[in-house]
């Protein structure tokens, strides 16, 4: 089975600037969670969909956002980008909810804000 | 509040030495604790997981243990080789809406094993 993967692999955007990021599941996984990883916070939950319902949410602010659709792809939409939001986003999909399952990450977009 | 704790932050063993590491969480009803080795420029894998039923779980050198009494679970590493170098995370499920936990990670373990 191919590996759960995401694109781009490397963004470079301006403040103010809005950004959408792809991850494409493993087949037959239902459950696609974001993560955003940084050095100082290690990883961080955004948000999982599971069939294409926004199951569980992290604290992060209304600027993040994602969506699920009917084939399990997942998009998560950053707008207004802030200095701080330049990390690296994982993305992580998994055959049951992702609380109760193992998880398989993509190879992450690594995102830079100027 | 959501937490999970992860000490220590950094770890160096010789070769051959076993390693330790070990995390808290807050919340009492987390059920799920996977633990994810993430080598240098990759993604994170999963390397052992334990769910809240089971006090032990091994893996060839690998053990976590849980005591849900304490809230603490923690990883074992026996005959550490130059390969299990990483960075290594815990994670506990909580924060259930609608039935649906998510995965709180610990802020992670930089384990350098030398030779």
């Known amino acids: 089975k191919a590996g759960v993967t995401q694109t781009p692999r490397y963004l470079i955007k301006t403040r103010g600037q809005q950004v959408t990021l792809s991850c494409s599941p493993i087949?037959?996984?239902?459950?696609v969670s974001w993560y955003q990883q940084t050095p100082g916070q290690g990883l961080q939950f955004l948000f999982e969909?599971?069939?294409?319902?926004?199951?569980n949410k992290g604290n992060f602010p209304g600027r993040f956002s994602g969506r699920q659709f009917s084939n399990s792809r997942s998009e998560m939409n950053v707008s207004t980008l802030e200095l701080g939001d330049s990390a690296l986003y994982l993305c992580?999909?998994?055959?049951?909810?992702?609380?109760?399952?193992?998880?398989?990450f993509g190879p992450g977009t690594r995102l830079t804000v100027l | 509040g959501e937490n999970v704790e992860q000490h220590p932050s950094t770890l160096s063993v010789q070769e051959g030495d076993s390693a330790v590491i070990k995390c808290t969480y807050s919340d009492s009803a987390s059920n799920y604790f996977p633990w994810y080795k993430q080598e240098l420029g990759k993604r994170p894998q999963l390397i052992i997981d334990i769910r809240s039923n089971v006090g032990e779980k091994k893996d060839q050198r690998i053990a976590v243990t849980l005591n849900k009494t304490a809230k603490h679970f923690s990883l074992h590493i026996t005959e550490t080789q130059p390969e299990d170098s990483a960075v290594y995370f815990c994670?506990?499920?909580?924060?259930?809406?609608?039935?649906?936990?998510?995965?709180?990670f610990g802020q992670g373990t930089r384990l350098t094993i030398n030779p």
């Open positions: 992580a999909s998994s055959f049951g909810l992702a609380g109760y399952n193992e998880q398989f």
């Open positions: 087949s037959g996984h239902r459950s």
């Open positions: 994670a506990a499920s909580m924060g259930a809406i609608q039935g649906a936990q998510k995965l709180v």
């Open positions: 969909y599971f069939s294409e319902t926004q199951r």
